[in-house]
């Protein structure tokens, strides 16, 4: 099993025995969501934003408008952090301060940098609208050329990285099971719901016809 190298910068030293530094975990957690929160540094203050993402290899993909603050900062040669969570339950504890939460979190360190090519940038933008709905890309009106210089897009080579997990019941202190309060844990999950069609009047029959049958429950 191949793992990221532990280090000062990743290691994790509260709740160690919940860190994963293993691909299969980190990759595996970042395949599973499409929202993550950027963190940068402008001027010395901290900066941190939540866009859209995917992943292939051991590199992170988001795209946004070219002339944006965030892309012009991530992409100066500065280190970024790339933080993906999803949170899977609620750990109700017979006391307060073993109440916790279940949940898959990674962190990314690497140093981030424009696509200039405009295959690579064809080939990642299909990959990223067909990881949101499959075949969507092929699907969509080609982009126009002002919409293309509009849109940058973002890579960033995973030099440094760890997940944590945390799963199951609340962990008490034997003192407390005799409290009369219910302990357990309340799992939380992300659900697709059903499409709602665009309101486009005159054209929704059409529309409804189009409707696709995506499925994004399967992340």
Not at 137 to 142: E, M, N, V, Y
Not at 167 to 191: C, F, R, S, Y
Not at 198 to 211: P, T
């Amino acid at each position: 099993m191949t793992e990221f190298a532990k280090n000062d910068r990743n290691r994790v030293r509260r709740g160690h025995n919940r860190a994963r530094y293993d691909e299969d975990t980190v990759y595996g957690i970042l395949d599973s969501h499409f929202l993550c929160h950027i963190a940068y540094e402008v001027d010395g203050q901290p900066q941190i934003i939540p866009t859209s993402y995917w992943r292939e290899g051991n590199r992170l993909y988001w795209h946004g408008a070219s002339k944006s603050r965030m892309i012009r900062e991530v992409t100066s040669g500065k280190e970024a952090c790339v933080t993906v969570t999803h949170l899977d339950g609620l750990v109700l504890a017979r006391s307060a301060f073993h109440t916790s939460a279940n949940y898959r979190s990674v962190i990314c360190y690497g140093r981030p940098e424009l696509v200039t090519d405009d295959a690579e940038f064809e080939r990642q933008m299909k990959l990223f609208f067909d990881q949101l709905a499959p075949g969507r890309w092929d699907q969509l009106r080609p982009m126009a050329a002002q919409e293309r210089k509009a849109t940058a897009l973002v890579v960033m080579e995973i030099t440094d990285a760890v997940a944590k997990v945390r799963t199951g019941g609340p962990n008490e202190d034997e003192e407390d099971l005799d409290w009369p309060v219910w302990a357990g844990h309340v799992p939380i999950t992300m659900q697709q719901r059903g499409p709602v069609g665009a309101a486009e009047g005159i054209k929704a029959a059409l529309n409804h016809r189009l409707m696709p049958a995506y499925d994004w429950n399967n992340k």
